[in-house]
């Protein structure tokens, strides 16, 4: 029973650093594409959004209003990047097996009406390994207002 046990015991610890080490790379992944998806919205690509977003997400927005899939591609527009900046202040993922979540704050700086704008959101986006891709199945904006 004592060998059993022993046995076991150098199982667990064998797989809990695979599973770490699983989670960090995971974890790397989602902030890269957190990161594309920044960058693919700053530069109105909708063909690099398309690609990043599952086809039933809901999106809810810094005003309260939820957008299909369609409804957010529709509303993108190609930017001039000398007049607007998309980043991430920060990103925080958590790996739940085959879902992510990931937190952070990210920045939108622009001119609109030729008067420049700064906004900064807390986002929470949820991720979903299908068929061996991430793609973000739920994505909700707080407006940070201080």
């Not at 594309?36 to 209003?65: C, M, P």
């Not at 939820?66 to 990047?81: E, P």
Request: with cysteine; glycine share 6%; hydrophobic share 40%.
């Amino acid at each position: 029973m004592n060998l059993f046990l022993t046995a076991l015991i150098y199982a667990t610890a064998l797989v809990v650093p695979a599973q770490e080490a699983t989670d960090a790379s995971v974890q790397t992944k989602i902030v890269a594409l957190e990161k594309a998806w920044n960058q693919a919205y700053k530069f109105g690509d909708k063909r690099a959004l398309d690609a990043l977003l599952d086809n039933e997400i809901t999106l809810v927005n810094d005003d309260g209003s939820v957008q299909t899939k369609s409804q957010f591609l529709a509303d993108i527009k190609k930017s001039n990047s000398a007049e607007q900046q998309v980043s991430p202040e920060s990103i925080s993922v958590h790996v739940f097996g085959n879902a992510a979540t990931a937190t952070g704050i990210f920045r939108v700086k622009g001119i609109e009406g030729g008067k420049p704008y700064l906004h900064r959101d807390r986002f929470v986006d949820t991720w979903v390994n299908k068929d061996g891709k991430w793609v973000c199945v739920s994505a909700s904006a707080t407006s940070i207002l201080h």
